[in-house]
């Protein structure tokens, strides 16, 4: 469940990841922001893995997919229309993405930062409740 002050610390987690200067994944990015949101750590198993670690540690779960984890932890996604802040958004051209809904836009990891993008041209929306 997220805080009753979840505008106020997801605002500072964007700030916070604006600020990042080194690798920064977008699963990472996405797991900050619920975890700022509503104190729950979807990636504390694989925190302080490197990136091929990670991947081998999730092969051995249950998830089929990335997409199967989010529908397994969050439910069936949502329509984009009726996305709202702080809700998990997923990309899936040019490659997959996870990203934030910020509203009309959703904050993405990009070279060098965050990009904003469309959230109703995206893919998948799933509630953060």
């Given at each position: 469940?997220?805080?009753?002050?979840?505008?106020?610390?997801?605002?500072?987690?964007?700030?916070?990841?604006?600020?990042?200067?080194?690798?920064?994944?977008?699963?990472?990015?996405?797991?900050?922001?619920?975890?700022?949101?509503?104190?729950v750590?979807?990636?504390?198993?694989?925190r302080?893995?490197?990136?091929?670690?990670?991947?081998?540690?999730?092969?051995?779960?249950?998830?089929?997919?990335?997409?199967?984890?989010?529908?397994?932890?969050?439910?069936?996604?949502?329509?984009?229309?009726?996305?709202?802040?702080?809700?998990?958004?997923?990309?899936?051209?040019?490659?997959?993405?996870?990203?934030i809904?910020?509203?009309?836009?959703?904050?993405?990891?990009?070279?060098?930062?965050?990009?904003?993008?469309?959230?109703?041209?995206?893919?998948?929306?799933?509630?953060?409740?």
């Amino acid at each position: 469940m997220r805080a009753n002050d979840w505008p106020e610390r997801l605002a500072k987690a964007i700030r916070d990841a604006q600020a990042f200067d080194q690798d920064y994944y977008c699963l990472t990015f996405a797991a900050d922001c619920v975890q700022a949101m509503t104190d729950v750590d979807y990636l504390a198993d694989y925190r302080g893995l490197n990136l091929d670690e990670a991947k081998e540690k999730f092969s051995h779960t249950k998830h089929r997919s990335f997409y199967h984890y989010l529908l397994s932890t969050f439910g069936k996604p949502v329509p984009l229309s009726f996305a709202k802040r702080g809700d998990l958004v997923v990309q899936t051209e040019p490659e997959m993405s996870v990203g934030i809904c910020l509203g009309q836009n959703t904050a993405f990891v990009a070279d060098g930062g965050l990009t904003y993008q469309p959230t109703l041209a995206q893919r998948w929306c799933f509630r953060v409740a």
